[in-house]
């Protein structure tokens, strides 16, 4: 039971650092680019947003305890199984102290938005799944607080305290009115 808690902390540590390594982009962006100038904006009902600038604002809100940085592509393939040809764009927030602190902000195509948003969910029962064992209160942050926020042709997943989700979909939602 002990080598079995010790491999999936190792092989936790080795997906996260992978993902740490990586970046905010968008369908012909630079993925090594910053996160400020990593995606296009997205058209909006009201106006066009820019996936990596409106994560970076939610990111700010959360002021989580934990420094929360943005993952590189393969993160997108690792933790949300997205193929990044059925989406216009995306930026993801992690953090590498295993805590709850996640957002992902991606805009899938007209034709992958239910699709892309069922991925989303399945990554909220795989966080939860990763922690229920090894840190039952992270797991229990995740139960109550995380969510999925959609508006327009924006998907977000939001995970943290109770007062953090709070202020990140402030802000998403105040960024698309």
Do not use: H, W
Not at 52 to 61: G, P, Y
């Amino acid at each position: 039971m002990r080598l079995k808690k010790i491999t999936k902390t190792a092989m936790a540590v080795a997906l996260l650092t992978a993902v740490l390594l990586s970046g905010c982009a968008s369908k012909g962006g630079n993925p090594d680019s910053d996160a400020s100038s990593g995606s296009k904006p997205a058209a909006s009902a009201s106006k066009a947003v820019d996936p990596a600038a409106l994560a970076k604002q939610m990111v700010e809100a959360l002021a989580s305890p934990v420094e929360m940085t943005v993952a590189e592509k393969s993160a997108i393939d690792n933790y949300y199984g997205l193929d990044t040809a059925a989406l216009d764009g995306y930026c993801i927030y992690m953090n590498s102290s295993f805590e709850a602190a996640e957002i992902a902000l991606v805009v899938p195509k007209a034709d992958q938005k239910d699709a892309v948003k069922k991925l989303l969910e399945q990554r909220l029962e795989q966080m939860k799944e990763s922690f229920i064992d090894y840190k039952p209160e992270v797991y229990q942050t995740v139960k109550d607080n995380a969510k999925i926020l959609e508006q327009n042709n924006l998907l977000c997943l939001i995970s943290g305290s109770a007062a953090e989700v709070t202020a990140a979909e402030k802000v998403f939602t105040d960024a698309l009115k």
